[in-house]
């Protein structure tokens, strides 16, 4: 006998897979986070290039997780995919140019024929380490404060500005989650140096730069979450299909979905407990509780931007032309056929969580570098 899937039901577990990447996505921008301090928290050549072994070993997840994200994003909700990749492009373009410079940038630092000498490259794993999630941040805030864009009756999608998605770094709670990001990676980075680098003198520096990089991300966390729970939402009426404006329709969702708000508090604790035990402790595995935390807080915001009846994708020129998983997905037959496909999903998580641990096997040491095996 077939299984008789609901289309309601599809759509509902491919936001959760969406959330699921993303979540994952923000983690392991630990990389970009550890590429930023390669100039302020290395004091010698060697330390620099400690740092930027560990990420090394580690940035081609980041890249292709971001791949998945898009991918994914695709098949199951292409009208989003339509009308954000192709209309908010400059934020795109820059967000992917950061990520070919990062990729180029760790295949030629160390090779023989560098011409342009190891600093440019290295001011190129800064602006990954910095542009990127910043503007991952900010791209992710328009899914609650929403875009410029607009749809016609064929659902064809217009962008209504000339900046196409650089106009949302003038949105100050776009730009606060930009900023929760980006620290946000910064503070992952700096636990998973203490974690993977057997140096004395640069986990005491990272221990320190903990504190420091700690104030901006409560700050922008604070902020935006702050003004979310205050805030105006994008509330669809599930009968009609028609999107109007709610008072606090989030704080509205947490509420309306306590495990949601479980998560979400959990892991917000979880990630305040690792920063204690990181700045606090000698101990090398806060990482791993930062890495829970963030998981679930990533999780539980998109949660909240796409179930319960909410526009994930809110158009503020027109707002009935707003996305929602309902209105953007694919049809019934691919939903199906790619949840059946998403069953190899453990298996690839365990083959990676294998890979991972082989990598990490041994931490990252100054006579490591030094020696004759792969460097960056």
Do not use: C
């Amino acid at each position: 006998m077939q299984l008789a899937i609901s289309h309601v039901f599809l759509q509902n577990y491919w936001w959760l897979i969406i959330s699921l990447t993303a979540a994952m996505l923000v983690l392991l921008m630990f990389v970009q986070g550890g590429q930023s301090f390669i100039f302020t928290l290395a004091k010698t050549e060697k330390q620099k290039t400690m740092i930027i072994n560990t990420m090394g070993r580690k940035w081609e997840s980041t890249f292709t997780t971001l791949v998945v994200f898009g991918g994914a994003f695709f098949a199951s909700f292409p009208l989003f995919y339509a009308v954000s990749f192709g209309g908010a492009y400059w934020v795109w373009m820059l967000i992917l140019f950061s990520f070919v410079i990062q990729a180029i940038a760790f295949e030629y630092r160390s090779k023989p024929s560098n011409v342009l000498g190891k600093k440019t490259f290295d001011v190129f794993l800064l602006i990954n380490g910095t542009l990127s999630p910043l503007l991952i941040g900010i791209a992710l805030a328009t899914f609650f404060t929403g875009a410029n864009f607009s749809l016609n009756e064929l659902n064809m999608g217009k962008w209504d500005t000339p900046w196409h998605g650089l106009e949302a770094v003038l949105n100050v709670r776009n730009i606060s989650l930009g900023v929760t990001v980006l620290f946000l990676t910064r503070l992952l980075g700096l636990l998973y140096i203490i974690n993977t680098i057997d140096d004395d003198k640069l986990l005491e520096a990272a221990r320190k730069k903990l504190a420091t990089n700690f104030f901006f991300f409560i700050a922008g966390f604070l902020y935006f979450v702050i003004s979310l729970l205050l805030s105006e939402g994008f509330a669809v009426d599930p009968e009609s299909g028609n999107i109007f404006m709610e008072k606090r329709k989030y704080l509205h969702n947490f509420l309306d979905m306590p495990l949601v708000l479980f998560m979400f508090l959990a892991g917000t604790v979880l990630i305040l407990f690792a920063l204690y035990r990181g700045v606090y402790s000698s101990k090398t595995d806060p990482v791993w509780f930062s890495a829970a935390g963030t998981l679930l807080v990533v999780l539980s915001l998109f949660m909240v931007a796409g179930y319960n009846n909410t526009a994930f994708y809110p158009s503020v020129t027109d707002l009935q032309s707003s996305l929602t998983i309902r209105n953007a997905s694919s049809s019934h037959f691919t939903l199906k056929v790619m949840f059946y496909v998403s069953f190899l999903i453990p298996v690839v998580l365990a083959y990676t969580w294998h890979a991972w641990k082989a990598i990490n096997r041994f931490r990252v040491s100054e006579e490591e570098v030094s020696g004759e095996g792969h460097s960056y």
